[in-house]
């Protein structure tokens, strides 16, 4: 339990060390980013927990939810963001998909470590479904994010690089 609680503090600290390290002209685009994909990984995380994929034997709020808070509150939004951040806009869509691919990559490398080494996170079966939902998940909060902060038609926002954001 203790290699746990300590896991967790560490990846507490990362992604608050990773979100930090965003900038503050990019504060409000962070912030927007954190909530867009806080919103889509609590849905689909209740709902493919609830659907026995996956559980979490170890989390910090175990009366409230079923998900594990760090996780997909603290640790996953972080990760959104640098991919939103480093997401290859006006490179060629094989470098894009590429991109996606990376990410999900990783991300099932990390979730599939954590299951094997600690209790934090427990599988029922195999984890190959994160790589169709976390890209689908990372493109919606993508495209909902350029919805938002798209102020001229053509402008480019994607790569996040304009001083305005």
Known sequence: MAKEQSILLLLWIASVLLLCMTGRRR???????????????????????????????VRELPRATAINFTFEFILFPA??????????????????????????????????????????????????WLYLTLPAELYITRRVFLWFVREEPGKSVAGLSEKRI
């Not at 409000?28 to 954190?34: I, K, Q, Y």
């Not at 991109?99 to 427990?122: E, G, N, P, Q, W």
């Open 27 to 57: 504060v409000r685009a962070t912030v927007l980013l954190v909530l867009l994909f806080q919103t889509m990984t609590w849905l689909l995380s209740l709902v493919l927990s609830s659907l026995s994929l996956f559980e979490f034997p």
């Open 79 to 128: 990760f959104a963001v640098w991919f939103q951040y480093t997401y290859p806009e006006r490179k060629s869509k094989a470098r894009q998909i590429g991109h996606y691919a990376l990410y999900a990559t990783i991300f099932v490398v990390f979730y599939s470590l954590m299951a094997r080494f600690t209790s934090l996170v427990k599988f029922h079966g195999s984890p190959a």
